[in-house]
């Protein structure tokens, strides 16, 4: 069966730092664009990051810019979001997911994780 599962979220202070992994099983991730986005309460699901299949080239939104950290391990079959000096505001669900092609909008992925939450408190 194929699936990917999410993990790495929790409880950290403004300042703080997480790392997210995806990791797939079933299938090779490493064919596929990886996205990471992410959903507040009462607010649409946004991109964060994304990261291409041919190359490993990564994209940041603005926002998240110089604070994250997107990468893939082929061979843990395995794409990490590395978040550092995180802030209140990026407290939300974060859900990796499959796609051709790197892009910010949700119709642009296939597939989808189950999510982990990641909240940003003192």
């Known amino acids: 069966q194929e699936q990917f599962v999410e993990s790495g979220g929790g409880l950290v202070k403004p300042g703080g730092s997480l790392r997210l992994s995806c990791t797939a099983s079933?299938?090779?991730?490493?064919?596929?664009?990886i996205g990471w986005f992410r959903q507040a309460p009462g607010k649409e699901r946004e991109g964060v990051s994304c990261?291409?299949?041919?190359?490993?080239?990564?994209h940041y939104a603005d926002s998240v810019k110089g604070r994250f950290t997107i990468s893939r391990d082929n061979a843990k079959n395995t794409v990490y979001l590395q978040m550092n000096n995180l802030k209140p505001e990026d407290t939300a669900v974060y859900y990796c997911?499959?796609?051709?092609?790197?892009?910010?909008?949700?119709?642009?992925?296939?597939?989808w994780g189950q999510g982990t939450q990641v909240t940003v408190s003192s």
């Open positions: 997911a499959t796609g051709s092609e790197t892009g910010w909008a949700v119709a642009e992925y296939d597939s």
């Open positions: 079933g299938f090779a991730l490493g064919y596929y664009a």
């Open positions: 990261i291409t299949s041919s190359d490993g080239t990564p």
